[in-house]
């Protein structure tokens, strides 16, 4: 994690938070260059050792992070990778992506040696993983790839706020001496992981009379996911919060921004206009769990959107001649498949599959996009712009709102039209 943070910090992205841009950045770079192996040959032979059981040795005299206010000694990198370090609106260029994967690619061979070595110890077909660098959900889909293990749990709220159900388990189990029953009819116990505050009407209703809102309120879950597929199919941007909040980094369908992959233009629309956020940056695709296998080359189910898998092959399209040298503009905007707002320039997705038995209202809406375009996916991004948290009620989700470029909005039962909106200050 320290050494992942480390190049989160030198190219340009907040330590701690922006380890995931690290690796949104990573499929940029060029794999089959020369200096993509150069970094990692230095990486390895500078600034770490790589033992066989997949412990790390950080070779200190390139790191801060113990003594000092930095994780790196800039000088000393810059000596060693020939680049200063990039500063937070710098632009990136090609040598800063393939510094990113390769880190990116190291980084995945130290976990796979760990895996190794886990299986070694234990002999067991199962595997959970926590920790911060579980949240690199390109890691952990190349783990799997692997085979070394049968089944993957990774949960959802890997990084430090995890520590919170840790404790709640530990009390549980240890103090109160309740037994552990792990459901054989169930995907896992955390119900999806909607585990944080509800929403209720009442709150709804103190946002209609606080704000002027005007909403539209529908009795039947049928009706309101009809006609928010409507909404999606016509290319709108709907932002979408229902019962209890995620718990963990990532949107799940209960505080969402949704919008139609099959747009080529959703991606921009949805960075610049709609999060206000890096344009690099891919989104991830929520899919029916009973059509995830036809759409991506998925095994199983991955509910917490803690996978990276690639499109199906009969989805993608041919990539021009030299594309990986070509620069990030040219590779963001080329269409690489028929589901372009959410295929990232390796053919690679972020998927979460969604469930019936957790999330039924959000099945509904899905299903009832699929009857309307034979598409059983939506795009699905956190309901947040950049450096804010995700929304939480529903007047977080009302102010966000009318603050974006969003068109709609759907609380609860109720949904909101931008344009029959008061004006906004």
């Not at 020939?82 to 500063?87: A, E, Q, S, T, V």
């Not at 905007?333 to 469930?355: C, E, G, K, M, W």
Request: some cysteine; overall charge positive; glycine content about 8%.
């Amino acid at each position: 994690g320290l050494l992942y943070s480390a190049f989160t910090y030198y190219l340009g992205f907040k330590v701690n938070s922006g380890e995931y841009k690290l690796m949104g950045l990573a499929p940029y770079g060029d794999k089959n260059s020369a200096e993509v192996k150069t970094f990692i040959q230095k990486i390895k032979n500078d600034l770490l050792t790589i033992f066989p059981d997949g412990s790390i040795w950080l070779n200190q005299a390139y790191f801060n992070y113990a003594t000092g206010l930095t994780m790196t000694k800039d000088s000393r990198w810059q000596n060693l990778f020939g680049i200063k370090r990039r500063m937070g609106e710098e632009e990136l260029s090609m040598i800063h992506c393939n510094l990113a994967l390769a880190i990116q690619t190291v980084t995945e061979e130290i976990v796979i040696l760990m895996a190794k070595e886990a299986k070694r110890l234990s002999n067991s077909e199962n595997i959970c993983l926590a920790g911060g660098v579980a949240l690199n959900c390109v890691v952990n889909g190349k783990l799997q790839e692997t085979g070394i293990f049968k089944n993957i749990f990774i949960t959802p709220p890997s990084g430090d706020a995890g520590g919170a159900l840790g404790a709640a388990l530990a009390a549980w189990h240890i103090y109160f001496s309740k037994p552990r029953e792990p459901g054989a009819d169930k995907i896992d116990a955390l119900q999806g992981s909607y585990l944080g505050p509800d929403i209720e009407e009442v709150d709804v209703r103190r946002i209609l009379k606080q704000y002027k809102a005007v909403a539209k309120k529908y009795d039947l879950t049928q009706s309101l996911c009809e006609k928010t597929a409507e909404l999606l199919q016509q290319g709108h941007v709907v932002g979408w919060v229902q019962g209890r909040m995620e718990f963990g980094p990532r949107a799940l369908g209960a505080r969402s921004i949704l919008g139609d992959p099959r747009s080529s233009e959703m991606q921009q629309k949805l960075n610049l206009k709609i999060k206000y956020r890096e344009s690099f940056r891919p989104f991830a695709p929520s899919v029916l769990m009973e059509d995830a296998q036809e759409y991506f080359e998925l095994e199983g189910a991955s509910p917490y959107m803690l996978l990276v898998k690639c499109v199906a092959q009969n989805l993608r399209k041919p990539l021009p001649e030299n594309y990986h040298q070509r620069g990030m503009r040219e590779k963001l905007y080329y269409l690489r498949s028929n589901l372009p707002a959410i295929t990232h320039i390796d053919f690679s997705a972020r998927i979460q599959t969604v469930h019936a038995e957790t999330n039924p209202r959000f099945h509904s809406l899905i299903s009832a996009f699929k009857k309307r375009t034979g598409c059983p996916i939506l795009v699905n991004t956190s309901f947040n712009v950049r450096g804010e948290p995700i929304v939480c009620t529903p007047e977080d989700a009302y102010k966000c709102f009318m603050r974006t470029e969003m068109d709609y909005l759907v609380i609860g039962d109720y949904l909101f039209a931008k344009k029959d909106q008061p004006e906004w200050n």
